[in-house]
Structure formats: structure tokens, C-alpha cells
């Protein structure tokens, strides 16, 4: 949401989407814990698309989406939606077979100190940039 939030310009249903993401996920993977992982991902895409398309449409009626009615809701849901399930369902499916053919190395290892490290400091850029980007030009 940082991410979103830092980038130009800014689109607040970006972040209602992504926290809308975030509570779905947890609803299939965390709450319910489905055992099949391609379909908890791909109940996951379809609520989060539903949610967001409904939210921003009658609750924040944000105009783009109000102009564009009832359809402008089934598509997102429906075409969009399933481009995005078949794509999580695949993702998901092949993240967790590396994950079984590659585990993880122990704590100490070299490779998660360097990933936090590396992912620690592209934050700290894109904040920078982000907030530079803001600062208007003389």
C-alpha cells in the first residue's frame, strides 16, 4: 500500500484494492484454510474483484466506475476477474512446487539476511524518489 500510495499520480481505489486483496486472502487462506491452494487463490481473486467492484461503484461511487453501470461491475468481474484466477491459480500452484523443490535455508543463512537487506533498501529508494517526485520543481 506504501508503494501505491508513494507513486504519481495517486489513485486512492489503488489501496482500497489492495487492502480489499489482503482481506480476501486472509479469509481463504488464513480463516478457512483451504487445503487447495489454486482454488483458495483463485475464490481469493474472484471475492477481491467483486468487492472492489461493488465498493467503489455504490459505496465511494467513484465516477468512472458509476458512469460505467451494471457492466462496467460484470466485466471487471467476470473478464477481468477470471484472466486474473486462472493467472493466481497457475502462480500459486507453482510457487508452492519451488517452494517444496527449493526450501528455505536455515535463519542465519546468507540469502535471507541479503533479501531483507535488499528489500529494505529498495523501500528506502522508492520512498525517497517518491517523496521527490512530490516536491514540486523550480
Known amino acids: 500500500m506504501l508503494y501505491k500510495f508513494l507513486n504519481a499520480p495517486f489513485f486512492a481505489c489503488h489501496l482500497l484494492g489492495i487492502l480489499l486483496m489482503g482481506m480476501c486472502y486472509d479469509g481463504f ?9 489454486w482454488l483458495a487463490a483463485i475464490l481469493t481473486t474472484y471475492a477481491n474483484n ?23 461491475i460484470i466485466e471487471h468481474i467476470a473478464i477481468t ?3 486474473a484466477a486462472a493467472a ?3 502462480f500459486v500452484s507453482a510457487s508452492l512446487r519451488l ?8 535463519r542465519g543463512s546468507l540469502i535471507p539476511r541479503t533479501a531483507t537487506r535488499l528489500t ?4 528506502v529508494i522508492g520512498i525517497v524518489l517518491g517523496f521527490l517526485h512530490l516536491v514540486p520543481r523550480l
Open 29 to 37: 487462506f488464513n480463516i478457512l484454510r483451504m487445503r487447495a491452494a
Open 50 to 72: 467483486a468487492a472492489f467492484a461493488l465498493l467503489i461503484t455504490y459505496v465511494a461511487r467513484y465516477e468512472h466506475w458509476v458512469q460505467g453501470g451494471f457492466g462496467r
Open 81 to 83: 476477474g477470471s484472466l
Open 88 to 90: 493466481c491459480a497457475v
Open 99 to 106: 517452494r517444496a523443490a527449493f526450501p528455505a535455508p536455515g
Open 120 to 123: 529494505a533498501g529498495l523501500w
